[in-house]
């Protein structure tokens, strides 16, 4: 043995306060190697124990709220590479933890979206961001395609160096779904909408101006004094049904 001696415990002040000390205790030799004499140091170290408390708690409550997010969330180390995934990530995803921190971030990610990650990586790594969010593709276990919102926020320490990035993703791919379908049935809408334009209101147009046509050549032989309104009644319908024309194309472009 070495002879030495450590303990921590607690005391009780007269005043009732609660101290923690830190006991040393060694031996002394003397020129023959023996001991002659013992030398100890009781420390308070109740403020070291309380910010290790703190620490702890603090670890706690981020584990709790890492685990429990309703959110996919994962820490990555300034390489880019996972150093730890909660349980909505992998269920996304499909994987468990341990796969993920063997496979890495870009192969779990649409090759083209690959690049503009990585850039707004870099960015927070070399500090010219702090955070960022963007919208990337995900392939799945089972090789589907996933959508997802994707927000980055960098941890510093007080030097300013990165410790790591906090990573969070939604999926939204049921959103982008209903997005979709949204501006085909408006795509389809507006070329319901062109159609009718030329076919019912284009050709109703038409027939009024060619009516109105008529009428002008009627009075220009008849009524010669009427022959300008109608040939202004002619020209407004012509006008008309040019523009009509114009709309429905732009609704429904053949």
């Known amino acids: 043995t070495t002879g030495r001696y450590e303990e921590i415990y607690r005391i009780v002040r007269p005043d009732g306060l609660i101290r923690w000390i830190q006991d040393r205790a060694f031996p002394i030799l003397n020129e023959r190697g023996e001991i002659y004499r013992i030398a100890g140091i009781a420390e308070d170290i109740t403020a070291w124990k309380a910010t290790e408390e703190s620490l702890r708690a603090s670890e706690e409550r981020f584990r709790s709220l890492f685990e429990a997010a309703p959110v996919g969330i994962a820490l990555l180390g300034a390489d880019g590479h996972y150093l730890r995934i909660n349980r909505v990530y992998c269920e996304m ?142 020209r407004l319908l012509n006008n008309a049904v040019s523009q009509a024309r114009t709309v429905a194309r732009g609704l429904d472009p053949v």
């Not at 063997?102 to 010219?128: C, F, I, N």
């Not at 960098?154 to 790591?164: I, K, N, P, T, W």
């Not at 990035?165 to 939604?170: D, F, N, P, R």
């Open 93 to 234: 995803l499909g994987y468990s933890e341990v796969e993920l921190l063997r496979l890495g971030t870009q192969r779990v990610t649409h090759p083209e979206d690959v690049a503009p990650g990585q850039q707004y990586y870099r960015e927070l790594v070399e500090g010219k961001r702090d955070q960022y969010a963007h919208e990337k593709r995900l392939l799945t276990r089972d090789s589907r395609l996933i959508h997802a919102l994707s927000a980055s926020s960098a941890v510093r320490d007080r030097s300013g160096q990165l410790r790591y990035i906090v990573s969070m993703l939604l999926d939204i791919t049921d959103r982008k779904r209903l997005q979709n379908e949204v501006l085909e049935i408006s795509s389809l809408e507006r070329r319901r909408i062109g159609h009718d334009l030329h076919d019912g209101l284009g050709q109703y147009l038409s027939g009024i101006a060619f009516k109105a046509k008529c009428l002008e050549e009627a009075l220009h032989a008849d009524a010669p004094a009427s022959e300008p309104a109608a040939t202004e009644l002619v």
